[in-house]
């Protein structure tokens, strides 16, 4: 892989934010690196170690890697087979002056782990602002479908009506909750800051010849530097594996997040009752013409499986740390945390893509309802009688046989439910046929649903998008463009 593109999988070629992807690249891994450099020179220079102030310039001129300083780095690698002293020798190569200083009292940790807590934050930002807006474009959804009625499912099975726009808060509200998340890890993260090879802050102490309130002021400074309120008061060599636990296990659950909202979809298409966009020029198969395959959303789930499972490693990596550090976890993280970030980002992003271009098939609902809300009816029916003046018992089995009728026909003929015909064709329930069509309205069978809506929105989804980090990102978002 040539070192000047950003960090490529098959997937992130394609689908990840420029953003994202780029944050991955081996030229921001670098720069970040060099960045890190000047800022420890910075700290000890003002702490009163003799580092020229030629030294510190040459260091700011020279933070982007060129094609040729990527040649050359690797080149080192191949020779010291360490990649943080091959950046060493390759930054002091442009910056003579400094070339004695950089990585003065630090380990390589230093570098890597500060680096990874600077990508980890910034990729948490991004994910904050996508999630923000799937929210908001899921939220005009169901604001304008609260009131559709539509049949609802518990075990898959016909169950009492609720509305189209309430399951979408259903969605919303997980989506609210991995938000949460994914804030609280972001805003709780530290810097690894100035801790030595083995977090005791020997070598420090040595260049500041015993001074404790140095090192420690050394430290404030190169974390205050880096853009972090705090480091972690206590280190082995690298920051505690563990973090990557809390980073990670809020994606894990978005990703679970991700996966009922595209299987719930998916069972909502095979139903045709509502599909995710469709080009005009799409196809669905290369065999069967007519299919119209919910592919985006079958890709979150795959996805979003892969970004649960990413988690174990870090759970698994975490719990064989020795003492102060092991190398095992090196290649491990250099897979799994961006992978974790970039699978994200394109879950995130398809299915915001396919929350603009929901299609939704009042028709077929309201066809699906007229099958089951007869048998749904029957309880208001058996009222109604009664209101009337009839026997609730007389009532109850005048409905019970003609359900067993009307559920034969369905059931065994594969015919149309026809419950009601049989009502009104039956003299027993003459004083309630001119309610029927009222005692049928499925907006009656929703209960609070379009109200709760409302109130959903107002008092949680709101507030929780009158952020202003996040009404920053939804005033800058057009619809997005997705590949299939």
Not at 137 to 158: K, V
Not at 455 to 469: S, T, Y
């Amino acid at each position: 892989m040539d070192a000047l593109e950003t960090y490529q999988t098959p997937l992130s070629s394609r689908y990840a934010s420029k953003d994202m992807a780029n944050l991955f690249s081996p030229a921001k891994r670098y720069r970040t690196w060099r960045e890190l450099w000047l800022n420890l020179a910075i700290a000890e220079k003002q702490l009163g170690l003799p580092i020229a102030d030629e030294a510190i310039e040459q260091m700011k001129a020279n933070l982007d890697l060129t094609p040729e300083q990527f040649d050359i780095a690797a080149e080192e690698e191949k020779k010291r087979r360490h990649d943080v002293m091959a950046h060493v020798h390759t930054f002091g190569q442009v910056t003579p002056a400094a070339a004695g200083i950089i990585h003065l009292g630090a380990t390589s940790c230093y570098v890597t782990d500060n680096a990874d807590l600077i990508f980890i934050r910034t990729g948490l930002t991004y994910l904050l602002k996508s999630l923000a807006v799937l929210i908001s474009r899921l939220s005009a959804f169901a604001r304008e479908n609260r009131a559709l009625p539509t049949l609802g499912f518990t075990h898959f099975q016909p169950a009492q009506l609720t509305t189209v726009g309430k399951r979408a808060t259903l969605w919303i509200q997980e989506l609210l909750w991995d938000l949460r998340n994914i804030k609280r890890a972001r805003d709780d993260l530290g810097f690894r800051g100035v801790k030595g090879t083995t977090g005791t802050q020997a070598s420090f102490l040595a260049l500041f010849d015993g001074d404790h309130d140095k090192v420690e002021e050394l430290d404030r400074l190169v974390t205050k530097l880096s853009g972090f309120p705090y480091a972690y008061p206590v280190t082995g060599q690298t920051y505690s594996r563990k973090i990557d636990i809390d980073v990670l296990a809020p994606l894990a659950s978005l990703g679970a997040t991700a996966h009922k909202i595209g299987t719930d979809l998916r069972l909502l298409a095979n139903l045709k009752e509502i599909e995710e966009p469709f080009e005009s020029t799409q196809i669905g198969s290369s065999a069967m013409a007519y299919k119209r395959n919910p592919m985006r959303c079958e890709r979150v789930c795959s996805l979003s499986r892969h970004l649960q499972v990413l988690h174990q490693n870090a759970l698994m990596t975490s719990s064989v740390q020795w003492f102060e550090r092991t190398l095992d976890d090196s290649a491990n993280r250099r897979v799994t945390l961006p992978e974790a970030f970039l699978t994200a980002d394109i879950v995130l992003s398809t299915l915001r893509n396919v929350s603009e271009g929901l299609v939704v098939y009042p028709n077929v609902i309201a066809r699906r309802i007229a099958q089951e809300l007869p048998f749904m009816a029957t309880e208001n029916l058996i009222m109604a009688i009664v209101k009337k003046g009839g026997d609730r018992q007389e009532a109850h089995e005048k409905i019970r046989v003609l359900s067993h009728e009307a559920a034969y026909q369905v059931k065994n003929l594969g015919r149309e439910n026809d419950l009601i015909e049989r009502v009104r064709e039956d003299p027993y329930f003459d004083p309630i046929k001119d309610e029927l069509d009222q005692l049928l309205n499925p907006r009656t069978f929703v209960g609070r649903a379009p109200e709760q809506v409302t109130r959903f929105l107002k008092e949680w989804v709101e507030p929780a998008l009158a952020d202003e980090e996040l009404k920053e990102a939804l005033a800058k978002t057009d619809k997005v463009e997705l590949s299939v």
